[in-house]
Each structure stands twice: as C-alpha cells, then as structure tokens.
C-alpha cells in the first residue's frame, strides 16, 4: 500500500487486506484460572484442618504445632536444595554467596521470628480447645489491622486513610461475634482472645520474615525459622507439662499427616496458585478458610454457630477482605 497515490476507504483497505495478508494463526488458548481457583479451594481446605488434628492429637495442642514445624524443616530444605539444582549456573554462585554473608544480626534476627512463629502456634492450637474452628480461624486472620500499624511506625509508611472504615467494621464484627455471639462465656472468651493474640504474634513474624527473605533464600530462612519455632514449642510444651510423645502408630500417623496437609498441599499448593490469580480473588478464596473450619467443626464436633455469631462472621469477612484489598492497592 506504501506505492498508492490515494487513500482506500474502509471497505477496500479490509478487501485488500484479506487478499494479500496470510491467515492468522490459530489463537493459543492460555490455561484458564479454573484449575488455580481449584488449587486454592484444596490449600484451603488442607489448611483449615490444623485445628481438626490439633483437637484428635494424642500429644497436647503446643507439642503438636512444635511437630508441625520440625516436619517442615526437612521438607524446606528439601525444596530448597531442589531449587538450588535447577537455577542456573550464575544463579547458584550468587546463591552461595549469599549464604556466606549470614550476619550477626540476621541470625538474631532468624532466632526473633521462630519465637514470634512459636508464639503464633501454642496460642493458635490451645484456642481450639476453647473456642470454635471457625472462629479460631477466623480471628487468626485479622493480621492486616495489626500489619498497617506496624508498617508505619517501623517504617513509616503511608497508613490509608481510608483503612479506618473496614477497621470499624471489624470492630463491629467482634463486638457481634465475641461479645454478643458468647455471652461473655469465660471459656470462649479465652480462646477467642488466644485467637486475637495469634495474629499479633503472626504479624511480628511477618515484619521479620520480610527483611530476612529480601537478603536470603526464602525456603532456607523459612527452613531455619520452622527449626527455631520448633524447639521452643517444644519448650513451652515442657513446661506447660504437655504430653510430648505419641503412645500409638496412630499418634505418629496423626502428626505427619498435619506436617503433610498444612505444611506441603496447603502452603505449596496455595503459594502456587495465587500467582495466577488476581489479588483480590486470591484474597477471597484465602477466607473461606473460616468457612471450611466450621464446616470441619460442625460435622466432626457437633460445633454449631448461632445467628449472632455468623452475623458478625460476616462482618469480620467482608472487613479483612475490604482491608486485605485497600493494602494490596496502596503498594
């Protein structure tokens, strides 16, 4: 067309155009999100059952989050090795280069996080035994209020302004679901606060995982992190006078298939698939898993949820998903 002296008009450019230009190519139909969505469904699922095991270990709530642990120290490390060997040759000089320059502060910093890990996990598990699955769960996951607050004071970074209205629904929510939903039950409170106080250990952990996984490769920090988590779980086990050892295959049996469905399917499985899935909708799915702990709870220990209670479920959700998105657009 570059030789013509005058311009065609529509009709005759789109003629000429299908005479003289090849077909296109037949269009590659990309992998749809349906098999990451299902993905998450089944981390979510894998996940939400660290309560159920929790609550039919033969070992006590603390020593079962500390066998967690130290079953996915060797399964990190193992991912981590299989990392090092497919990374390219250049890769892998800058690999053991960093691993050479742990500093001082770095290794204090690693033994700072297991604890903040260790704390996330004995409150975590003892919950169960006082407060629903579901709510357990649910009240783990308000770690975006505790991250935003800590994010500006340690950093200074911006604090949304408009993350103040899905914290007043939160507020909300728990006014609904721990004060209104229990009745002030003093045994229900208990492991809604042992819940609450979950995620302010888990955000600590978070903050100090971050810095870590900017210097170092993730699947060894987090190798190192669950070891530190571990032995002092195994601690607090001790002193809190829990049964420590399995008496029965079954025990055993018990405590690798939580390693199993929480550490490998869940966390892999839910790791890989958000990648390929908006944030917003990745968010979405990671809150069903309250729903599939009460789901876990009602069928297996007759845990029934009130109208109260799943009013202010519902506004506990609908609060962190709307914070969740906030803090994922102000990056």
């Known amino acids: 067309m570059s030789g013509a002296t005058t311009t065609p008009g529509p009709d005759s450019q789109a003629l000429a155009a299908g005479r003289a230009a090849p077909a296109p190519p037949p269009a590659v139909r990309k992998p749809g999100r349906a098999r990451y969505q299902i993905m998450v469904l089944i981390a979510v699922c894998c996940l939400a059952l660290g309560g159920v095991f929790v609550r039919i270990s033969e070992v006590g709530p603390v020593a079962t989050g500390a066998y967690r642990s130290l079953f996915a120290t060797p399964m990190l490390l193992a991912v981590s090795a299989a990392m090092a060997r497919r990374a390219p040759a250049g890769e892998k000089a800058g690999g053991a280069r960093r691993k050479t320059r742990m500093s001082g502060r770095d290794r204090a910093l690693i033994a700072l996080g297991g604890l903040f890990l260790a704390g996330d996990l004995c409150l975590w598990n003892i919950s169960f035994l ?31 302004w408009r993350l103040a209205f899905p914290a007043v629904l939160a507020l909300g929510g728990l006014y609904v679901l721990v004060i209104l939903g229990t009745g002030l039950d003093p045994t229900h409170l208990r492991g809604d606060l042992l819940a609450l106080a979950t995620a302010v250990f888990y955000a600590l952990f978070l903050v100090v995982a971050k810095g870590l996984r900017e210097r170092h490769e993730a699947t060894r920090i987090m190798a190192t992190l669950s070891l530190v988590c571990a032995v002092a779980c195994f601690a607090v ?34 790791a890989h698939a958000v990648k390929f899935l908006p944030l917003q909708l990745a968010a979405l799915f990671v809150l069903l898993q309250p729903v599939a702990a009460a789901v876990y709870g009602f069928f297996l220990f007759d845990q029934r949820l009130t109208l109260v209670q799943i009013g202010g479920i519902a506004l506990l959700l609908v609060s962190i998903y709307w914070a969740k998105n906030l803090l994922e657009g102000s990056k």
Do not use: C, H
């Not at 769960?137 to 950093?155: S, Y």
């Not at 829990?242 to 490998?264: N, Y």
């Open 130 to 160: 006082y407060t629903s699955l579901a709510e357990a769960n649910l009240l783990a996951n308000l770690v975006p209020f505790i991250i935003a607050p800590l994010a500006f004071f340690l950093w200074g970074d911006r604090l949304p």
């Open 237 to 270: 086990a001790g002193l809190l006078g829990e049964k420590i050892w399995p008496t029965s295959a079954q025990g055993w049996l018990l405590l690798i298939g939580l390693a199993l469905t929480s550490q490998v399917f869940g966390q892999t499985l839910m």
